[in-house]
């Protein structure tokens, strides 16, 4: 079964600092996704990493897949109040999803 | 156009009871999956329908089960609630079964179990 851990579980940080939060796998991903959530809502999908040493942008969110596709990075830049809630990140199986630990993130302002 | 829309929201329940979730998935979606999340922990995969049928199962006991109807729509059922049953339960809806199709989740029911 695949295991992924995500570091560190919980980081609290003031507006302005810039961030990094970790995914590593067991073994090879297929692909990998990043999702955020926030309390009382579900998961919300962020981006889908496929190939080995792939870098994505989403506005102040920079995602690195790594070159052996068994480890993932999650880079805000600049954080905001907005960015608060729970990071995740998840294998995309055939017919499932395999999330990770989560990462909780408070961005005080 | 409305997302995937679960009920109840909240849920109180004691032990031994039996509960029923409800899910309803985005218009023109076929594929439901169910979810666990406990508390501090990433969601679990307990099933996927597609098209009225069981397609994969997690790592769950028999006393979980579910069906999905012809209009999509889905139950899940938890006899037997026991206290560790206490958790967000998470309606997921995808276009397809196949891999990599995005899955869009609901804002989940809260069930507690006491």
């Known amino acids: 079964t695949q295991l992924l851990e995500q570091s560190p579980q919980f980081l609290s940080i003031q507006e302005g600092e810039n961030l990094t939060v970790y995914c590593n796998s067991s073994s090879v991903f297929s692909s990998l996704q990043w999702y955020r959530q926030e309390p009382g809502e579900g998961p919300v999908l962020l981006v889908t990493v496929v190939t080995g040493g792939e870098v994505k942008k989403l506005k102040r969110l920079t995602f690195q897949f790594g070159d052996a596709r068994k480890d993932s990075s999650l880079h805000i830049t600049a954080a905001q109040p907005g960015d608060t809630g729970l990071y995740l990140c998840?294998?995309?199986?055939?017919?499932?999803?395999?999330f990770g630990t989560g990462t909780r993130l408070l961005v005080s302002p | 156009d409305a997302g995937v829309t679960q009920s109840p929201t909240h849920l109180i329940k004691t032990r031994g009871q039996h509960v029923t979730l409800r899910c309803s998935p985005i218009?023109?979606?076929?594929?439901v999956s169910w979810y666990q999340q406990v508390l501090g922990q990433g969601p679990q995969f307990i099933f996927q329908y597609y098209e009225k049928e069981e397609r994969g199962r997690g790592n769950f006991p028999d006393r979980f089960s579910a069906r999905q109807f012809p209009n999509y729509s889905s139950e899940l059922n938890v006899n037997a609630l026991l206290l560790g049953d206490s958790a967000l339960y998470l309606c997921?809806?995808?276009?397809?079964?196949?891999?990599?199709?995005?899955?869009?989740f609901g804002p989940g029911t809260r069930l507690t179990v006491l």
């Open positions: 997921a809806s995808s276009l397809l079964l196949a891999g990599g199709t995005t899955q869009y």
């Open positions: 218009s023109g979606h076929k594929s």
């Open positions: 998840a294998e995309t199986g055939f017919q499932k999803l395999v």
